[in-house]
């Protein structure tokens, strides 16, 4: 596609529920990167994939998230037992290739969730 | 914290003036970003800094980078309304592929 596509754009949740965020990134990117923003906050890094494989998963705050990404593309983030704690905006970026040293990203609009 | 700093948090300035924001990171890095961000969704590139560059120029934006303080700066000349928004330093740590978002600086600009 032209740009990083996230869908839904928007979740409301009930609290213990399971959600799924997903992710869809430009075509032929090979870097994928999950970020999690808190209300009028800064960035905080989930998880990067280089490819299927996701080199780093310290950033992920609880083992109620995982992440997964298929084919080198599409990837899905998964928040098991929600919290009211987990409600932000979660982004989603790609760039271009495994050498990363002067790679801008590409975000997509994210996904607000809201965990009642 | 992983996250950088940024100052201010937010600016308010008329149209016409220009605008500073300065940003702190914690760790050698590959290079320094520039993002934006409108209505807290979607973040869009400004611009982007090598760690042997001091200084990058793009349009109406000045970036510096100054590697011994850890610092960089962003300059917005002759602002205009439609610069309202977030913006964001993040900083590609060395060796590494994460990039480390600073807390960001609300700018708005009044027309």
């Known amino acids: 596609g032209a740009g990083v596509s996230q869908s839904p754009s928007n979740k409301v949740t009930e609290k213990g529920k399971d959600v799924e965020l997903r992710c869809d990134p430009i075509s032929g990117h090979t870097a994928l990167y999950w970020y999690r923003q808190s209300l009028g906050q800064g960035l905080e890094f989930l998880i990067y994939?280089?490819?299927?494989?996701?080199?780093?998963k310290s950033g992920l705050p609880s083992d109620r998230f995982s992440a997964e990404r298929t084919g080198g593309s599409v990837s899905t983030l998964t928040i098991q037992r929600t919290q009211q704690e987990d409600s932000a905006v979660y982004l989603c970026?790609?760039?271009?290739?495994?050498?990363?040293?002067?790679?801008?990203?590409?975000f997509g609009s994210g996904t607000q969730l809201s965990v009642l | 914290s992983q996250q950088g700093e940024e100052d201010p948090q937010a600016l308010s300035i008329q149209e016409g003036e220009n605008a500073t924001m300065n940003c702190s990171y914690k760790t050698s890095i590959n290079n320094l970003q520039w993002y934006r961000q409108n209505s807290g969704r979607g973040l869009v590139h400004l611009i982007l800094i090598r760690s042997n560059e001091r200084e990058k120029h793009s349009g109406r934006l000045r970036v510096t980078l100054d590697t011994s303080k850890k610092s960089s700066s962003l300059l917005i000349t002759a602002s205009r309304a439609a610069d309202t928004a977030s913006y964001f330093c993040?900083?590609?740590?060395?060796?590494?592929?994460?990039?480390?978002f600073g807390t960001g600086t609300r700018l708005k600009v009044l027309a």
């Open positions: 993040a900083a590609l740590s060395s060796g590494t592929y994460k990039y480390i």
């Open positions: 994939f280089q490819g299927n494989s996701a080199p780093d």
């Open positions: 970026a790609s760039s271009g290739s495994s050498g990363f040293a002067n790679e801008k990203l590409f």
